[in-house]
T-cell receptor, first 114, second 111 residues
Framework: KAGVTQTPRYLIKTRGQQVTLSCSPISGHRSVSWYQQTPGQGLQFLFEYFSETQRNKGNFPGRFSGRQFSNSRSEMNVSTLELGDSALYLC?????????????FGQGTRLTVV | LAKTTQPISMDSYEGQEVNITCSHNNIATNDYITWYQQFPSQGPRFIIQGYKTKVTNEVASLFIPADRKSSTLSLPRVSLSDTAVYYCLVGPYNQGGKLIFGQGTELSVKP
């Protein structure tokens, strides 16, 4: 069974630009969550999508948005990039009811804003 | 969600048993305790989840006392490849969609 796939793996953007990151969950997983990891703030929850609907949202500004498609694939968008958005962005998928707190993470997208 | 407190770092040697304790004084009745492991530049990996007493799998054991205000992750006979950050999380059983990570414990295993 293929794992969670995130693309691209690395990205360099300029301040003010926008970026879209993609996540393909494990087949059959309908919950997709996004996390931001930085040395200063650690691992922080961004949002969760389930059946194309945002179900949970973390404490991030509106510049961070996402969506989920009917095949459960998800995208995350960050507009008007700031230097502080440089981070490892992680996507995770899970079965929820069947697997408790077990989520499967991708390798992440390393975003650098210059 | 209950706040967790873990040691920031720990050192060990290959072949030793490592115990990482997590405090969660405000754990709710329906909260479970879950541990994740993360290697550098990789996503976290689920290790174990439990509610009370002891849970064991092929990777680790989780000890939870009766008052559930703390828990201990036990890694038997660690190797260099167990060097990683270990996170303790507390929340509902099916919290897989919204994981709240604390600072974690950076475990360094030396030869």
């Amino acid at each position: 069974k293929a794992g969670v796939t995130q693309t691209p793996r690395y990205l360099i953007k300029t301040r003010g630009q926008q970026v879209t990151l993609s996540c393909s969950p494990i087949s059959g997983h309908r919950s997709v969550s996004w996390y931001q990891q930085t040395p200063g703030q650690g691992l922080q929850f961004l949002f969760e999508y389930f059946s194309e609907t945002q179900r949970n949202k973390g404490n991030f500004p509106g510049r961070f948005s996402g969506r989920q498609f009917s095949n459960s694939r998800s995208e995350m968008n960050v507009s008007t990039l700031e230097l502080g958005d440089s981070a490892l962005y992680l996507c995770a998928s899970s079965l929820l009811q069947e697997s408790g707190a077990e989520a499967f993470f991708g390798q992440g997208t390393r975003l650098t804003v210059v | 969600l209950a706040k967790t407190t873990q040691p920031i770092s720990m050192d060990s040697y290959e072949g030793q048993e490592v115990n990482i304790t997590c405090s969660h004084n405000n754990i709710a009745t329906n909260d479970y305790i879950t541990w994740y492991q993360q290697f550098p530049s990789q996503g976290p990996r689920f290790i174990i989840q439990g509610y009370k007493t002891k849970v064991t799998n092929e990777v680790a054991s989780l000890f939870i006392p009766a008052d559930r205000k703390s828990s201990t992750l036990s890694l038997p006979r660690v190797s260099l490849s167990d060097t990683a950050v270990y996170y303790c999380l507390v929340g509902p059983y099916n919290q897989g969609g919204k994981l709240i990570f604390g600072q974690g414990t950076e475990l360094s295993v030396k030869p």
